[in-house]
Structure formats: structure tokens, C-alpha cells
């Protein structure tokens, strides 16, 4: 029996009225930015074949309705093109008006079962997931937590509250040492879906605790994100940010909202969205976001607005969005902590600053950036100072400064011992690409620097 063809993914590719070899390059460019290698190969003839009734394997799929739902400027789900076999295979963009904590149980029962974990992960990043909710949403989103009837008589006590804010520490802790893989994440994961729910469903003695748990929560959602954005795991972050904005709202926490829709901008500079990057961070420095910070979290959110807006070519803004954050950081005092489960210091602001001049093709300014984090990182911090040497690497490669970058890396994948961090591999992979055009030189310290790259992603 032949294949029957895809009539419903032919009306979408007329629709879109690309040629189909643009579309194969559009589509090569969604699956590059979600880690799809393996789609990298993919052209009109594969186009034509889906058409045609092959089903394309693996990730193609939801690489493919992301693509069309980019072209065509709406949601286009697998069932829309002809592709689903199974609701489980139509991921659906973050749903705002969803309860918060019918949300997060959702969420982290998924994380958690590794067959409903690998459809989510092997999902595209989508763009419509960025959509924000109406000005309604933010304005009552307090009022709905307040609402929110108890479904335990037990009271949540200002012990329970710091108990909660003790364990976010140790996992930021455990991030900052090891990455965003592996164990600790899936124990993160698991407290939030059991313990921090129960709290949020049990009664409040007034209204000063009932914020104060549900910002810590809060924080703890961001986290997650934060983590599964480590892992490379971009739709699983996605969601556990917008869960993260929502407890952030409901606790009328605004600085806390603007640090994670800060999160959801540097996401999309990584993944090449630097326009929705803009409006994400325009929105994260916002009225109280902005205003109600402590200075280290203005200049948090200020240097990533910086890097968002080096990204979409926007120079003259971005010097200055620069500019400001470094006003703010300087600002900052010793008792100027937000006392929140992340620290942004001079070595952070020197990093970002980095990659907004690297962005704006500033490579020496970069570099000396890039320089300025290392020699001022915390030592805790392994997982950032991994990335911020594999950075370096790569713009003295950039520069030709080939000796200059083995040596850098080479501390980099030293720094990497014990890190499980999918940005730090990342930094590898693109290390061992720069390295191509010198690695045949049998001896030379890029050959050797190599085979040492090559140990690490095999153990990673």
C-alpha cells in the first residue's frame, strides 16, 4: 500500500509560501538553536517527502511545527500539520490562566516520569510560549492566591517559611558547583511537587507570611528553570519559568518577576530570539520591578536588557543600557543583598558585559571582560567560571590568538571536573569546532587540547 500524503502539512508549507528550500533553512536554523544536530542535514527534499507521507523521525516533528508556527506568526501544533499520534505528542505552550499550583504539581509530575520528561524536553523551544498574559492577569494574580481555599488545616508558621529559603540556598549552592544536571535537579523537582505544595495549600496565619512562602517558592520555580536551562532542556525551563512569574505575582514580589522574566530574555539571546529577548527584558525592568530591587538586581536585569539589545543590533542602546547597570552595581553596598538564592557581583556583570560586547563585535572589549570575571569569581562558582573560560577561548580564537585560547580552555575543561552543566558542554563542543582547521597538526597543544575535550564529552 503506498503512503497516503499529508494534505494537512502541504496546506500549512502553501500557506506559509516559502520556497521549500527557504524553509528547509528556516527549519535547519529552529532545529540548530533546540541542540537537533542531527536534523542539521535536512532539505526541500525532505520537505517534499513529508508532504509526500513519510513521517519525519526523532525530533523533526515538533522542530517542524515550530518552524511553521514562526512563518505563520500562530500556534501550529503537530495535529494541525498531520503529524500527532498521541495528545502526549503536542506539547502546549504555558497555559497563565491554569492555577498556579494545579501548574506546578502538573509540571513536576511530567519532570519527573521520564517517558512524559522526554516528550516535553523533545519538544521545540517555542516561541508563542513567550507570550505574556494580559495586564488583568498581573493586576489580580495576588488576589486569586488569596482566594486560593486551604485544603490542609495546618498553619504555615515564619520557621517553615525560613526552612524553605535554607533548602533554596542549598540548591543554588549545589547549581553554582555541579551544573544543572543530574541528581540535585531531580530532588529539587521533587521538593517543589510535594513539600512546597503542600505548604502553599495549607492555611496562612496572615497575609506578610502567606507572600513570604509563596516568593520563596517563587524563587525555588526559578530555580528549576534556571537548572533545566543549564541542561539545555529549553521548553522544561520555559514552563518552570512562567510557573516561577506566576508565584512571583502572587506574592507581590515584583523584583523577584523581574528576575525571572530576566531569566526568560537571556534564554532567548542564547536561542537567537533576540527580538522576543528585547520585549522580555524591557518587561523585567519595568515600574516596581526595576524601582523596588535592591541595586545588585537592578543591575542583574539592566546588563541582560544590555546583552538583549546588543543581540537584536541595537548598539547605541545597548552601550548605554551597559552603562547603567554598571551605575547600579557600584551603588551597591555590603547590606545591599536581595537575600535571594542567586548573588550577582562584578564578576557577573563582567561576564554579561562581556557577551553584550562580544555581540555588539567589540572582540578585545570582550575579551578583557571575559579576564576581568575570571580573576574575580568566587571560587564556588565552578559552573559559570567553566563557561566564562570557555567564552574567552572562543574570542581570542576569534582574534587568532590560537595559543592564547588553548591555554584558556584548558583551564576551562579543568574548571569542568564534576560540573554537569549542558551550557558548559556546549562551550566545549563549539571549542573542539574552532579547533578543526588546527587539530590535524599531530603534537600541537590544539591536537592534544582536543583528545582532552573529546574525555570530557564522552564522560559528559
Known amino acids: 500500500m503506498g503512503r497516503t500524503r499529508n494534505t494537512r502539512l502541504e496546506a500549512a508549507v502553501q500557506e506559509v509560501g516559502l520556497p521549500q528550500e527557504r524553509l528547509a533553512a528556516r527549519f535547519r536554523a529552529v532545529a540548530e538553536e533546540n541542540g537537533a544536530r542531527e536534523l542539521s542535514n535536512t532539505n526541500q527534499s525532505s520537505i517534499a517527502r513529508w508532504m509526500a507521507g513519510t513521517r519525519p523521525s526523532g525530533r523533526a516533528p515538533s522542530i517542524l511545527a515550530e518552524t511553521l508556527t514562526r512563518c505563520l ?79 490542609s488545616t495546618h498553619t504555615v508558621t515564619a520557621q517553615d517559611v525560613e526552612s524553605v529559603r535554607e533548602m533554596a540556598a542549598f540548591f543554588s549552592r549545589r547549581d553554582q558547583q555541579r ?155 555590603e547590606g545591599d543583598e536581595p537575600g535571594r538564592v542567586w548573588f550577582f557581583g562584578e564578576a557577573s556583570l563582567a561576564h554579561e558585559t562581556a557577551a553584550a560586547l562580544r555581540d555588539l563585535g567589540d572582540l578585545k572589549g570582550a575579551e578583557r ?34 595559543e592564547a585560547a588553548c591555554d584558556t580552555w584548558g583551564q576551562a575543561l579543568d574548571a569542568m571536573t564534576g560540573v554537569q552543566s549542558g551550557r558548559a558542554r556546549e562551550t566545549v563542543v563549539q571549542m573542539r569546532r574552532a579547533l578543526s582547521p588546527f587539530r590535524g597538526r599531530g603534537g600541537s597543544p590544539a591536537a592534544e587540547l582536543d583528545a582532552k575535550a573529546r574525555a570530557v564529552l564522552d564522560v559528559g
Open 369 to 402: 571582560q571575559f579576564r576581568h570575571s575570571v580573576r574575580t569569581r568566587r571560587a564556588q562558582f565552578a559552573r559559570t567560571h567553566s563557561v566564562t573560560l570557555g567564552y574567552l577561548g572562543a574570542v581570542q580564537v576569534q582574534q587568532g590568538q590560537v
Open 73 to 151: 506568526g500562530r500556534i501550529v501544533t503537530l495535529a494541525d500539520i498531520g503529524l500527532a499520534t498521541d495528545e502526549r505528542d503536542t506539547p502546549q505552550p504555558p497555559e497563565w490562566s491554569v492555577d498556579t499550583l494545579a501548574t506546578l504539581v502538573n509540571l513536576g509530575g511530567t519532570d519527573m516520569d521520564i517517558d512524559r520528561r522526554r516528550v516535553l524536553v523533545g519538544s521545540a523551544y517555542s516561541v508563542a510560549g513567550l507570550a505574556l498574559p494580559s495586564e488583568a492577569w498581573w493586576e489580580e494574580a495576588a488576589e486569586r492566591a488569596r482566594a486560593r481555599k486551604a485544603l
Open 179 to 333: 551544573g544543572g544536571r543530574g541528581v540535585g535537579r531531580t530532588a529539587l523537582v521533587a521538593y517543589l511537587r510535594t513539600e512546597i505544595a503542600d505548604y502553599l495549600n495549607n492555611r496562612f496565619p496572615s497575609e506578610e507570611v502567606r507572600r513570604a512562602m509563596t516568593s520563596a517558592a517563587g524563587e525555588l520555580a526559578y530555580l528549576a528553570g534556571w537548572t533545566a536551562f543549564d541542561a539545555g532542556e529549553h521548553p522544561v525551563a520555559l514552563r518552570w519559568f512562567t510557573v516561577a512569574t506566576q508565584l512571583a505575582e502572587e506574592a507581590r514580589d515584583a523584583p523577584l518577576a523581574g528576575h525571572v522574566l530576566r531569566a526568560m530574555a537571556h534564554q532567548a539571546v542564547d536561542l537567537k530570539q533576540p527580538g522576543q529577548a528585547v520585549r522580555l527584558a524591557a518587561d523585567s525592568i519595568s515600574g516596581k520591578r526595576y524601582t523596588e530591587a535592591s541595586w545588585r538586581e537592578k543591575a542583574l536585569i539592566g546588563v541582560v536588557h544590555a546583552r538583549s539589545l546588543a543581540a537584536d543590533n541595537r548598539r547605541k542602546e545597548a552601550v548605554a543600557a551597559l552603562a547603567q547597570a554598571e551605575r547600579d552595581l557600584s551603588r551597591a553596598g
